[in-house]
T-cell receptor
Framework: EAGVVQSPRYKIIEKKQPVAFWCNPISGHNTLYWYRQNLGQGPELLIRYENEEAVDDSQLPKDRFSAERLKGVDSTLKIQPAELGDSAVYLC?????????????FGPGTRLTVL | QKEVEQNSGPLSVPEGAIASLNCTYSDRVSQSFFWYRQYSGKSPELIMSIYSNGDKEDGRFTAQLNKASQYVSLLIRDSQPSDSATYLCAVRHTGGGNKLTFGTGTQLKVEL
């Protein structure tokens, strides 16, 4: 079974430029998460989707970040404009809400460097 | 006070020894607990989940949960150099849907 797929794996941009990250969750997983992980820290949730619906976006900086999950499968996270402090690893995870395990599985992440 | 606390380490153990990793959490009604392993430059990998008080064993790994003390631990028996990584503790809160709160991780070094 294929895992969570993310692209690109690495991205280097200058500040004020836009950037987008793409995620394809594990087949059949209806819940998708975007996390941000700074160096030396644990992942922090940005947004959680149940199918197409964003059910928790309280930690998403909405002035510059946006996300979508069309058709309840793939998702895109966008930053516009990027700031120096946005340099981090952006992780996508997925889980299946139909079980009681609540186990989340992570993709390889996108390492963003903002110059 | 952080919601999930871990000693950042590094925790150094000799090869073949038992590594003990600890995690405390502040939300008394937390329900589910997870241990992730993260190699340098890689993403977190789920290695254990535990939901009830007591021990749960999977191969060389044992997770221990004590909800009264708000404490969860991970034991790694017969530690190998390949176990050298950062171990992240994650907690799911009641009412938080599937939101996980992560600790900052403990770096484990297994020495030859």
């Amino acid at each position: 079974e294929a895992g969570v797929v993310q692209s690109p794996r690495y991205k280097i941009i200058e500040k004020k430029q836009p950037v987008a990250f793409w995620c394809n969750p594990i087949s059949g997983h209806n819940t998708l998460y975007w996390y941000r992980q700074n160096l030396g820290q644990g992942p922090e949730l940005l947004i959680r989707y149940e199918n197409e619906e964003a059910v928790d976006d309280s930690q998403l900086p909405k002035d510059r970040f946006s996300a979508e999950r069309l058709k309840g499968v793939d998702s895109t996270l966008k930053i516009q404009p990027a700031e120096l402090g946005d340099s981090a690893v952006y992780l996508c995870a997925s889980s299946f809400a139909g079980t009681s395990s609540y186990e989340q599985f992570f993709g390889p992440g996108t390492r963003l460097t903002v110059l | 006070q952080k919601e999930v606390e871990q000693n950042s380490g590094p925790l150094s153990v000799p090869e073949g020894a038992i590594a003990s990793l600890n995690c405390t959490y502040s939300d008394r009604v937390s329900q589910s607990f997870f241990w992730y392993r993260q190699y340098s430059g890689k993403s977190p990998e789920l290695i254990m989940s535990i939901y009830s008080n007591g021990d749960k064993e999977d191969g060389r790994f044992t997770a221990q949960l004590n909800k009264a003390s708000q404490y969860v631990s991970l034991l790694i028996r017969d530690s190998q150099p390949s176990d050298s990584a950062t171990y992240l503790c994650a907690v799911r809160h009641t009412g938080g849907g599937n939101k996980l709160t992560f600790g900052t991780g403990t770096q484990l070094k297994v020495e030859l």
